[in-house]
């Protein structure tokens, strides 16, 4: 028999998991869950509204003040590393959720356990050093032996979360385990296109005695229960990743009660390689920057600007790597390129491919989509780009990588090409010169740059977005701000 735990997980009937226990049913209808690699479905997962996400807001603002609330920093590092083991001792079966749900390949499934049990285990750390200060305040003409000042720092309250489909796992855990360091409650939303991570992980808090009510899900559509979460007057905080458009929607929801708002969103990330780089790890560290996950990630390294001097060979060798890269089932670790999410995806992807051909780019590798079974679409290479092509101006969310070049131009000049962008997420410069490699971090207009590297993630380091990329930083201590509100004490005496 191989009924994997996985197999078992999908078979079950899935909805809600709200006050500790699976809601099986919805006021919404019901998502079927497809494998993007095979397009057959391979679970249900019972829709809900405005109706769920109110239930949900409302245990979750009790539980605030239940237990959870009364826990000492010590309990709740207990049950954040008692959940991180869980994810660890899960991995295979987070693996194969992850593959199914998403189609991811498996050698970046198999990121998914780890990267949330590091996620936990930093963020536990964390509850025991959230602390307020005491200031040298002379309010009210009181002198320092009359009055005593301090700040405490409280959880912000209950956050509602909505996530999208690209990485299920590590995209929730990301809002989950700073939530639960604060001592917040959480009402999550995930993508209809990868809803299952959520509710597993749901589970595996659960278990490991995270109280019932503090972490909640209610599946269904964005334009509902989204749209429910992000208008709702008792959610104190919503922290939302996904795209620029949904997150000005989320911010124009969010004044009815001015809840406070993080956003994550797009990109069109540039990546500029010097003549001086090493292009051994130039070629495919500026191919995966393109490639992972099928370019289905916001930091996709999508516009490369090239030193013309190199710019064929990068090219060449871009093109190479691409077509050395199997497509196919992320199920089969041979594969390095599964499929896109959806139809809707790679029909998006493949309008690409046709106004890349009729504005004059050059393809070098791919521009197809492939097999009829499975939303499968080649790593593509356009070379001969222009600033105004629409593969150069707008997020994809596919694996298609547009070259430009550049010649004699200053520092300056060279970064409002760069920066000739509304999004501000990440960027990359190759090069093997200190100069060239601190003189551009400083002049690019994101808020990640990597030096002979392309987005590096670490727990320890905040990510985040300028300008149309987004509001807040995740990771990191900064991450924990967007969780917390500071109360200002001051006592008096005669
Ligand atoms: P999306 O369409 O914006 O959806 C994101 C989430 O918002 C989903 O849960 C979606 O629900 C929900 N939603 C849709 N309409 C809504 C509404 N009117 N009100 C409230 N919620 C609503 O994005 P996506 O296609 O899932 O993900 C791709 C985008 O996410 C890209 O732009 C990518 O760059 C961005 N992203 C950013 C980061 C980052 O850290 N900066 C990370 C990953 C992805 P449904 O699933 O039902 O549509
Ligand atoms: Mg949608």
Redesign the pocket.
Known sequence: MSNTPAQQFLARSHGHWIDGAAVPEGSQGEIVVIDPATEAPIARVAAGGQAEVDRAVAVARRALHGPWGDMTADERTQIMLKFAGLMDAHAETITELAILDNGMPRVIAESCAPFGSMFLRYYAGWTSKITGSTMPSAAQGKRPSQLHAYTLREPIGVVGA??????PFG?EM?KIAPVLATGCTLVL??????PLAALFMAELASEAGVPAGVFNVVN????S???A??AHDDIDKVS????????R??VR?AAGNLKKVS?????KSPVLVYPDANLETAIPGVAMAAFMLQG?????GSRVFAHVSIAEQLAEGIAKFAASMAIGPGSDPKNMIGPL?SAR?RDRVAGFFDSAAQEGARCLGGGTRVGDRGFFVAPTVYTDCTPDMRIVRE?I?GPVLALQTFDKESPEELAAMANDTNYG?SASVWTRDLRTAHTMSRLIDAGQVGVNTHAAMDPTMP???FKQ??WGR?FGADALELYLRTKAVTVTWD
């Open positions: 909505i996530t999208p489909w690209n990485y995209m990301l939303k995930p993508a209809e296109d990868a269904g559509l964005g334009e229960a989204g749209a979460v992000a939302f990743t996904g795209s620029t458009d949904v997150g929607i989320i929801a956003l994550e969103l797009g990109g289905q990630n916001c930091v996709c999410i995806q997020e969310f997420l990510f985040g977005g990329s987004g995740e």
